[in-house]
Structures are given as structure tokens and as C-alpha cells.
């Protein structure tokens, strides 16, 4: 009985250790040492009959693989974990007949490739029908060969009868004409899948035709997208956003980056393809210059996507001009998504006293902040304001605005370079998130309506210069934070 318990506890342990690993290098060493050579780890001597069994006796508890060729090897010491170019063929050609799959039970694999794009070839071995996520993320591509070899992996999982992924990630720096065909091809066999991430960074010259062939290759059922789109006129812009949605009309989360001309898209009308997806409920759009949004647009917006949970529509940081909303369009928001757990937007930047519509006379001004809308405070738990700018002698009437917006004591507030700068919007920002902090904890004073009592408190501590110390960085984590961040 002892020895049946043992054993029980044994299985559930080493279940536990082998479900996940971050390198396939355990599992290579289970059929024979690994030694430094000139092309990368080898196997230091000939693979016994015995070791396979010992090998299967521990890889069918493998659910999920993860490998880098670029993270150190613990055991050799050296700075990568790459492979010899024929690892994958001696894994294929010596593992014993009758032997099967060499993980039967794995339903993810996630493979990057950084420092030698032949290690892309070691995940084919690998790969099997139980495979239901496949993510793979490429350095840069500085050669033709490379693209050759990323070609030929795909042809050959194209070609593969058992593979049919719910998840398929591609991550890649640039995508030449080749890649974009082979992609197409893998995906056209792949009707069932659910989830597709391509963040390509640019593609390579003359790919047009290429790429239309790509996106009209998506899957029909996806859900979930996260893409970029490349155009260089209007005309192309729409085509290929509407061969994307009508390809996939079922999405639910779509994240596009939006490469194109300068200034465009900038407006609702640009928005306008998007429309049709009435369920999506997550949208981040990236784009140059980003979307200037009225109230009018944000309400339009709100009845295209009644079930919007997450909505993100910023422009790349360092661009300009930047468009986004004026900050009282915070409050059109309130009205238009009441679903909403996130937002994503860029605030540009405040030229007046912002204009709060409970202040507009004190008599009425508490019957207005009780009726005015607010964020679900249940579920909204994210503004992301990006590159937006604030000065200082507007924080006391953004951080009023947020108050009565939002509840939620949680509430954090994102935003460039928040974590790392010690001056500027992002010291702003953080000052905001804790006077929003402050008011939520404390305990209102009955006497008074709940905005005034909010703005004396927000005065106050303005006023005093008291600040708690997540507002001011410690040096050091300052520099930790941006070791981190390069």
C-alpha cells in the first residue's frame, strides 16, 4: 500500500515538473549529454536504445514547450541554448520504429528564434496532433537564406494531414513576398483556427500582391486578431480592412497597427469598416497620428459596439500632431460604453479650465454629479492615456474629473513613461492617480455634494505638497525599471 501511495505522489510530482518547460534542452539531455560546438549544442555521444524509453517515460507528461535559442544553457554555461543544424533530422531518423510522437500529449509549443534562424527547423520534430497553440517569433531577417529556411518550415507544417491549431502566432520583423505566400497557404489549412497573432513589423518590397492573398487567407472563424495592415493610399486602406472583416466576420478582439500614409486615418469616417463588427468586444488600433473623436463620434462609436469591454485607439508616441479626445470626452464615454473595463486613448492637450458640467450652477451642482454617468465601477479598472501631456496647474481638474468618473479605488492610470520619468506628464499622471487613490479611500463628508467634497480634498493636498512616495521614484528602482525597460 505504502509503495502504491509512493508511487501515486511520484506521478503527481514529476505530472507537476515536466507539465512546463521553458527549454527543450531537458528534454534533449534525457537521450544523451549536450556539449559546446562550433555550429551550436550537440549531442556529446550515440544515442542508447534505452534512453528512448527513458525519454518517453518523461515527455508524454509535457503539455507545453517553450524555447529560445537566445537564453543561456545553465548546464555548459554559454550564452545561447542554439542547436547544431541536424539535431532535428537525428531526433526524426534515430528515435527507435514503432517509437510514435515524441511529445503525444503537448498542446502548446512557443519557439523563438534569436540567434540562429536554422533553429527554427529543431521545433518540427516536435509538433503533433494533440498541438492546439503554435507561436513562433523570428529575429530579424538579414539575408535571403533566412527567408528560405522560414519558407521551408512553413511549407512543411502546410503539409502536415494532423495539424489542426486553435492558436497560431507569427512573429516576425519583416516579411518578405515568399514568407506572405507560405503563410497563406498554412493558414487556408487551417478553417478551424480561433486566434491568429501576425504583429509583422514591415513588409518587404513589392509585396502587394502578397499580401492581399494574405489576408484574404484568415481563417473565417477567428475571434480573436492581432495583425498589422500595410497601405499607402486610402483605397488600399479600405480594401484591405474590408477583405480582413469580411473574411472574418466573428471577431471578438482585434488588434491592428495601421501602417500607412501620413495623416490618415485620422477621423470617424477612416473608422468606418470597423462598424460592421457589432461583437466585438476588445479594439486597439495603432496608427500614425491617431483618431480625433468628437462627442458626437464617440456616441456613434458606442451604438456600433454595444458590447465593447476594452477599446484602444492611440498614435505612436513620438509623432506629431497627436490626435485623441478633449478630456471631458471622458464623460461621453461613461454614456456610450457602459461595459467598458479599459480605455486607451490618447487626452490632448487642455488649453483652458476644463468646463465640468456640475459646476455649472451651485444650486444644482449635487443633483448634477449624482445623475451625471459614470464608469461601471465593478469593472473599469484601466485608463491608458499614453504620450498625453498635462501640466501642472491642470491636475487638480483632472484629477476632479476622474473622481467623480470613476470609483473604483483601484483604478490604475497608464501612461508613457510613468514607471521610469521623474518630471513632465508622466509625473503629472502618477500625481493625478493618487489623488484619485485618496479621495476613493477616504470617507466623504455628508455635508457636502460629492464633487465638492472631492475638488476641497484635491485642493488640499495639492496645496500642501504632500505626495505619497509612489509618486516620487526612488533612484534606484528608477533604474532598475529602466534597465528593465531597454
Same mark, same amino acid.
Given at each position: 500500500m505504502a509503495a502504491r501511495t509512493s508511487s501515486l505522489w511520484s506521478d503527481i510530482a514529476l505530472d507537476w515538473l515536466w507539465r512546463e518547460l521553458d527549454s527543450v534542452l531537458p528534454l534533449l539531455r534525457l537521450l544523451a549529454p549536450l556539449v559546446e560546438t562550433t555550429t551550436g549544442l550537440a549531442f556529446a555521444e550515440r544515442i542508447e536504445p534505452r534512453k528512448w524509453e527513458r525519454f518517453r517515460y518523461y515527455s508524454q507528461r509535457v503539455r507545453c514547450l517553450h524555447h529560445d535559442?537566445?537564453?543561456?544553457?545553465?548546464?555548459?554555461?554559454?550564452?545561447?541554448?542554439?542547436?547544431?543544424?541536424?539535431?532535428?533530422?537525428?531526433?526524426?531518423?534515430?528515435?527507435?520504429?514503432?517509437?510514435?510522437?515524441?511529445?503525444?500529449?503537448?498542446?502548446?509549443?512557443?519557439?523563438?528564434?534569436?540567434?540562429?534562424?536554422?533553429?527554427?527547423?529543431?521545433?518540427?520534430?516536435f509538433l503533433h496532433g494533440s498541438l492546439k497553440t503554435l507561436i513562433l517569433t523570428l529575429g530579424g531577417v538579414v539575408n535571403p537564406e533566412d527567408n528560405d529556411v522560414i519558407t521551408r518550415f512553413l511549407d512543411t507544417i502546410w503539409?502536415?494531414?494532423?495539424?489542426?491549431?486553435?492558436?497560431?502566432?507569427?512573429?516576425?520583423?519583416?516579411?518578405?513576398?515568399?514568407?506572405?505566400?507560405?503563410?497563406?497557404?498554412?493558414?487556408?489549412?487551417?478553417?478551424?483556427m480561433k486566434a491568429l497573432q501576425m504583429p509583422i513589423t514591415h513588409f518587404g518590397p513589392n509585396s502587394d500582391v502578397a499580401q492581399d492573398l494574405?489576408?484574404?487567407?484568415?481563417?473565417?472563424?477567428?475571434?480573436?486578431?492581432?495583425?498589422?495592415?500595410?497601405?499607402?493610399?486610402?483605397?488600399?486602406?479600405l480594401t484591405r480592412l474590408q477583405t480582413i472583416i469580411q473574411r472574418a466576420p466573428q471577431l471578438r478582439t482585434l488588434d491592428l497597427y495601421l501602417d500607412g500614409i501620413l495623416n490618415w486615418p485620422s477621423a470617424l469616417d477612416n473608422l468606418a469598416p470597423f462598424l460592421a463588427l457589432g461583437n466585438l468586444e476588445e479594439l486597439n488600433l495603432v496608427t500614425l497620428h491617431g483618431f480625433h473623436?468628437?462627442?458626437?463620434?464617440?456616441?456613434?462609436?458606442?451604438?456600433? &459596439? %454595444?458590447?465593447?469591454?476594452? *477599446?484602444?485607439?492611440?498614435?505612436? @508616441?513620438? +509623432?506629431? #500632431?497627436?490626435?485623441?479626445?478633449?478630456?471631458?470626452?471622458?464623460?461621453?464615454?461613461?454614456?456610450? &460604453? %457602459?461595459?467598458?473595463?479599459? *480605455?486607451?486613448?490618447?487626452?490632448? @492637450?487642455? +488649453?483652458? #479650465?476644463?468646463?465640468?458640467?456640475?459646476?455649472?450652477?451651485?444650486?444644482?451642482?449635487?443633483?448634477?454629479?449624482?445623475?451625471?454617468?459614470?464608469?461601471?465601477p465593478l469593472i473599469f479598472e484601466s485608463l491608458h492615456v499614453g504620450s498625453s501631456p498635462l501640466e501642472d496647474e491642470d491636475i487638480p481638474d483632472m484629477a476632479e474629473l476622474l473622481c467623480v468618473l470613476c470609483s473604483n479605488p483601484?483604478?490604475?492610470?497608464?501612461?508613457?513613461?510613468?514607471?521610469?520619468?521623474?518630471?513632465?506628464?508622466?509625473?503629472?499622471?502618477?500625481?493625478?492617480?493618487?489623488?484619485?487613490q485618496l479621495v476613493q479611500e477616504g470617507e466623504q463628508d455628508p455635508a457636502k455634494p460629492y464633487h465638492e467634497w472631492c475638488r476641497a480634498l484635491i485642493l488640499d493636498t495639492v496645496a500642501s505638497d504632500e505626495w505619497p512616495e509612489s509618486v516620487f521614484l526612488e533612484e534606484e528602482e528608477e533604474e532598475e525599471e529602466e534597465e528593465e525597460e531597454v
Amino acid at each position: 500500500m505504502a509503495a502504491r501511495t509512493s508511487s501515486l505522489w511520484s506521478d503527481i510530482a514529476l505530472d507537476w515538473l515536466w507539465r512546463e518547460l521553458d527549454s527543450v534542452l531537458p528534454l534533449l539531455r534525457l537521450l544523451a549529454p549536450l556539449v559546446e560546438t562550433t555550429t551550436g549544442l550537440a549531442f556529446a555521444e550515440r544515442i542508447e536504445p534505452r534512453k528512448w524509453e527513458r525519454f518517453r517515460y518523461y515527455s508524454q507528461r509535457v503539455r507545453c514547450l517553450h524555447h529560445d535559442d537566445g537564453d543561456p544553457d545553465s548546464v555548459t554555461e554559454l550564452d545561447s541554448s542554439s542547436l547544431v543544424p541536424d539535431t532535428s533530422l537525428i531526433l526524426l531518423t534515430l528515435k527507435p520504429a514503432g517509437f510514435g510522437v515524441l511529445l503525444p500529449n503537448v498542446q502548446e509549443i512557443q519557439w523563438a528564434v534569436s540567434h540562429d534562424i536554422v533553429n527554427l527547423q529543431h521545433a518540427l520534430p516536435f509538433l503533433h496532433g494533440s498541438l492546439k497553440t503554435l507561436i513562433l517569433t523570428l529575429g530579424g531577417v538579414v539575408n535571403p537564406e533566412d527567408n528560405d529556411v522560414i519558407t521551408r518550415f512553413l511549407d512543411t507544417i502546410w503539409a502536415r494531414q494532423d495539424l489542426s491549431l486553435d492558436t497560431f502566432g507569427f512573429h516576425i520583423y519583416g516579411a518578405s513576398t515568399q514568407v506572405l505566400q507560405s503563410l497563406a497557404a498554412f493558414l487556408q489549412s487551417q478553417p478551424k483556427m480561433k486566434a491568429l497573432q501576425m504583429p509583422i513589423t514591415h513588409f518587404g518590397p513589392n509585396s502587394d500582391v502578397a499580401q492581399d492573398l494574405f489576408y484574404r487567407s484568415y481563417p473565417e472563424g477567428l475571434k480573436r486578431l492581432m495583425t498589422t495592415v500595410g497601405f499607402r493610399s486610402p483605397t488600399e486602406y479600405l480594401t484591405r480592412l474590408q477583405t480582413i472583416i469580411q473574411r472574418a466576420p466573428q471577431l471578438r478582439t482585434l488588434d491592428l497597427y495601421l501602417d500607412g500614409i501620413l495623416n490618415w486615418p485620422s477621423a470617424l469616417d477612416n473608422l468606418a469598416p470597423f462598424l460592421a463588427l457589432g461583437n466585438l468586444e476588445e479594439l486597439n488600433l495603432v496608427t500614425l497620428h491617431g483618431f480625433h473623436l468628437d462627442p458626437e463620434d464617440i456616441a456613434m462609436l458606442g451604438r456600433s &459596439f %454595444p458590447k465593447m469591454v476594452r *477599446l484602444g485607439l492611440q498614435p505612436q @508616441p513620438h +509623432r506629431n #500632431p497627436r490626435l485623441g479626445i478633449q478630456a471631458t470626452s471622458l464623460i461621453d464615454f461613461t454614456k456610450a &460604453f %457602459p461595459n467598458l473595463s479599459g *480605455l486607451n486613448m490618447y487626452i490632448e @492637450p487642455i +488649453r483652458d #479650465p476644463l468646463k465640468l458640467p456640475w459646476r455649472s450652477t451651485e444650486q444644482h451642482s449635487q443633483a448634477q454629479s449624482q445623475s451625471l454617468p459614470s464608469f461601471n465601477p465593478l469593472i473599469f479598472e484601466s485608463l491608458h492615456v499614453g504620450s498625453s501631456p498635462l501640466e501642472d496647474e491642470d491636475i487638480p481638474d483632472m484629477a476632479e474629473l476622474l473622481c467623480v468618473l470613476c470609483s473604483n479605488p483601484s483604478l490604475e492610470i497608464r501612461c508613457k513613461g510613468k514607471d521610469t520619468e521623474m518630471e513632465g506628464p508622466a509625473l503629472a499622471w502618477r500625481k493625478v492617480e493618487a489623488l484619485v487613490q485618496l479621495v476613493q479611500e477616504g470617507e466623504q463628508d455628508p455635508a457636502k455634494p460629492y464633487h465638492e467634497w472631492c475638488r476641497a480634498l484635491i485642493l488640499d493636498t495639492v496645496a500642501s505638497d504632500e505626495w505619497p512616495e509612489s509618486v516620487f521614484l526612488e533612484e534606484e528602482e528608477e533604474e532598475e525599471e529602466e534597465e528593465e525597460e531597454v
